[in-house]
């Protein structure tokens, strides 16, 4: 997974930050608010056409989301709350994100990537719901490439390199397809369970 080979370059650096802010007894819940407040600023300097700056601060925010998690367990603070918040938060990172990138195209009249961004949009919105959902009748539900994380890359990339609609086609595409990928994978769990209920003696 791309995710994976990026957090294994940045292990050292993210490892000390860690350990930093642990001392500091910065709590996670803080970091991931934090993290949020900076995806508002990625996604005010989308609507205003800074498109490469707008890719660096999303990468800072990334940041965070990436070191939150493990100050909590570091620090001994895991708890049910902190995950569900963090779910949360994502969510709200990701709408601003795209309500950024929304209003960048709505100024340039470019009503076709307005269309595009909120099919990519749906997708990022759907795959999260669809596992949530899922994960109520089946133990576990992540199939499919394009979670948050390789999402976040993604849109990262295709807005320093310049390539933002590009990097939209490549979201809606793989998002969706992730999507129907978690459907067919619940479908099938379901069904084989169903096929392995005993009958009555």
Request: hydrophobic content about 50%; aromatic content about 8%.
């Amino acid at each position: 997974m791309i995710t994976r080979v990026i957090g294994a370059s940045l292990g050292t650096v993210l490892g000390g930050l860690v350990r930093l802010l642990t001392r500091a007894r910065v709590h996670p819940d803080l970091l991931t608010v934090l993290g949020l407040l900076v995806t508002a600023l990625a996604a005010g300097l989308y609507a205003q056409g800074s498109i490469r700056a707008a890719g660096l601060v999303v990468f800072v925010a990334g940041a965070f989301d990436m070191v939150d998690g493990r100050v909590a367990r570091l620090s001994n603070r895991e708890t049910k709350f902190g995950a569900f918040l963090d779910s949360v938060i994502d969510r709200y990172s990701d709408l601003f994100l795209y309500t950024g990138i929304l209003v960048l195209f709505a100024r340039r009249h470019a009503t076709g990537y307005v269309a595009l961004t909120t099919l990519a949009l749906m997708g990022s919105v759907l795959v999260s719901y669809t596992r949530a959902r899922a994960e109520n009748l089946i133990p576990e539900c992540k199939v499919g490439f394009m979670e948050r994380p390789e999402r976040i890359v993604l849109l990262i990339l295709g807005s320093v390199l310049n390539r933002l609609p590009t990097a939209l086609w490549i979201l809606t595409l793989t998002s969706h397809l992730a999507v129907f990928h978690r459907i067919y994978y619940t479908r099938k769990f379901l069904r084989a369970q169903q096929s392995v209920v005993p009958g009555p003696d």
